[in-house]
């Protein structure tokens, strides 16, 4: 996305993904040689996004959880809840109250989650994957499939390797 387009995303949205990601490592990062005060600040800015999105009582990215790139929150991180051991692949897109349980969870490369789904402990969902709203995992998913109703039922599984 050219640097322009983001800018007047951010502006509008009163989101910033990157920089919202990069203080959230630092403050929940116990190894990070930073000035106190500068980790207390980032911690108030975090907080203050968060509630302006609505979210200061019910997001929770505990610090066990392991991303390869940080997901795309398109609706901010409105009522998302990843568990402590977590793993969550690159280029993920996560909508607004997602719960992903801990557990041993592993979701793959570029998956979607919708507003809403939610991902029971022990789930490895593989890589090119739409879950849709309010959709419940309760077993492994294989890779380039779409995901729909409550209780998931696989309607679209393409075994054409897409990037």
Known sequence: MPWITRRVMVWLSGFDTDKY?????????????????????????????DSKHNCSFGTSFNKGMRAITPPYLPHGPNGIIVGSDAKIGRGCIIYHQVTIAGGGVVIGDYVELGAGAKVLPNVKIGNHVHVGANCVVVEDIPDNATVVLQKPRIINKNNDSKS
């Open 21 to 49: 990601w990069h203080r959230q490592f630092i403050v929940a990062n116990p190894k990070a040689r930073v000035n106190p005060l500068l980790k207390a600040y980032y911690l108030l800015w975090i907080k203050r996004v």
